[in-house]
């Protein structure tokens, strides 16, 4: 996982660094040029679908998380966008983590995307929320028996970072989230790497 994101990053600045294209000294062939290129690469009433790896972590270095029960977990997901232009859009999203115990999260997000001119780069950002389960498990001992309680919370998360689309249906997304659950030392922060398919 450490490798797969490593090579995602590295792969984004390879990108990044190509040349974005020819420069038009006519302003009006300029813009409109400017507005083919951007439509090219991102189009309204367009789905997205990733698939990410993620590390999250805890507010404090080396302190465990009361819900992860750990300072760090690795894992990854997947989710679906839908952007009624090429600036806004939902999505809803699923990612497990490999913490002390197994954590799941399901959330629905509300984005706000701004592809740059000519460019293949798009920066964005995206609030929402949803649900986490599975984090943490007690063992309570009632008359001889074990009881075991699993924890499922309600969740706020918020975040961007930005896509580079190295064809018009294939990009490359990294980002940065900040999870926040009921209770003090329970929050986290995420970063994600992965690969998006448009359509």
């Known amino acids: 996982m450490k490798r797969l994101i490593a090579g995602i990053f590295t792969l984004t600045t390879a990108v990044l660094s190509s040349n974005a294209g020819p420069v038009y000294s006519d302003g009006k062939t300029q813009a409109q040029t400017s507005y083919q290129a951007t439509e090219q690469w991102y189009r309204d009433q367009e789905w997205n679908f990733d698939l990410f790896g993620a590390y999250a972590f805890t507010s404090r270095p080396y302190q465990s998380d009361r819900y992860l029960r750990t300072d760090h977990a690795w894992g990854g997901g997947i989710d679906a966008n839908f952007m009624f232009d090429r ?3 939902v999505g809803v ?5 490999a913490a002390e115990d197994a954590v799941g999260q399901a959330s629905g997000n509300l984005i706000f995307r701004y592809p740059i001119g000519q460019t293949r780069f798009a920066p964005y950002v995206y609030a929402g929320g949803g649900v986490i389960f599975d984090g943490s498990h007690n063992d309570d001992l009632v008359d001889r028996d074990f009881h075991h309680h699993r924890d499922s919370r309600g969740m706020g998360q918020f975040g961007g970072g930005f896509e580079v689309r190295m064809t018009p249906h294939i990009g490359i997304i990294n980002d940065f989230s900040w999870n ?9 922060g995420m970063i994600r790497s992965g690969i998006r398919f448009g359509f």
Not at 93 to 97: I, K, S, V
Not at 180 to 188: I, K, N, Q, S, Y
């Open 87 to 89: 600036y806004f859009g």
């Open 93 to 97: 999203e699923g990612y497990g983590l």
């Open 180 to 188: 926040v659950l009921d209770g003090a030392r329970d929050d986290f």
